[in-house]
């Protein structure tokens, strides 16, 4: 895939956790053993909250936290990216989750709510990001296409959502061909919802009428175009040659020179034409 389809932009990691308030205690029951092929092992975990309304007040920091930060970014399965032009909106969410923490963690006894975020900077020539991010865009309108092809509206609408975070991080060009199979991709979906939920029409044709065209010319977009490589010419390495002559030739002709690890046969007349020498050989061996 050509990486220009990408627009500089952030990868984001973030973590945000509870520490304190919650402990866990587990037993076991029934020690790991062999059950016909296989094995098995049972146990319980008994989990005990020192102050549930504190528990409770830092899980909802730590939810609005999160909130903050991940409003900034778009979602997608190998983590948050953040286009450019949300820089300085990612840097206020960041400041203001910390604070939102640290605010918690000051009135609070027992539990206390972390923030850790790391940024990384992708480039818009970035191969390996080009990629993922092509390969899960691709995955969304494959499965915008299967939804539309078994006339189910929610398949379609949940895939076409997380395609719309995801079109932030594309190019100008590309993010156009995308957005016009989402809307293509929505409407297919309302029609099934109108045609075939409500007026009871057989799915089956409604689906053949619908247009995908849209949709199978952005999937294309995000084809992996394989790197050429090239391939290393291969030696083959033989030994140079010398043929004795005959008894009766010996007087009047000479050895065949080695051809630089070549074998001629035959009348050698054009010349060699890899290298443009001509071979050092003569015929005229008694027969």
Request: proline share 3%.
């Amino acid at each position: 895939m050509k990486t220009s389809t990408l627009k500089p932009g952030l990868l984001v990691s973030l973590s945000t956790r509870i520490r304190g308030a919650v402990f866990y205690q587990r037993r076991e029951i029934e020690p790991e053993h062999a059950d016909g092929e296989g094995r098995t092992a049972k146990w319980e975990t008994e989990r005990h909250i020192q102050d549930a309304k504190e528990f409770d007040a830092a899980v909802v920091a730590r939810s609005r936290a999160r909130s903050l930060v991940v409003s900034a970014c778009c979602g997608s399965s190998f983590g948050l990216l953040c286009p450019t032009a949300n820089e300085s909106k990612l840097t206020d969410a960041i400041e203001e989750a910390r604070k939102i923490a640290d605010a918690f963690n000051d009135s609070a006894d027992n539990a206390r709510v972390e923030v850790y975020v790391l940024v990384g900077r992708i480039a818009h020539d970035e191969i390996e990001a080009a990629r993922a991010i092509g390969a899960e865009m691709r995955d969304l309108l494959e499965t915008m296409q299967a939804g539309i092809k078994a006339a189910d509206p929610e398949v379609i609408r949940e895939a076409a959502n997380k395609a719309r975070d995801l079109e932030a991080m594309l190019s100008v060009e590309v993010a156009g061909k995308v957005s016009d199979a989402i809307k293509q991709a929505r409407t297919a979906a309302r029609e099934i919802v109108k045609r075939v939920e409500k007026a009871g029409e057989v799915a089956a044709g409604v689906v053949s009428s619908l247009a995908v065209d849209k949709l199978a010319a952005a999937r294309f977009a995000f084809l992996d175009l394989e790197e050429e490589k090239a391939v290393a010419p291969v030696e083959v390495a033989a030994r140079g040659v010398e043929l004795e002559p005959g008894p009766a030739a010996q007087a009047g002709s000479r050895r065949l020179r080695p051809l630089g690890g070549r074998v001629c046969l035959g009348p050698q007349r054009g010349g060699n034409l890899l290298s443009g020498h001509r071979p050092w050989i003569r015929h005229d061996l008694a027969s």
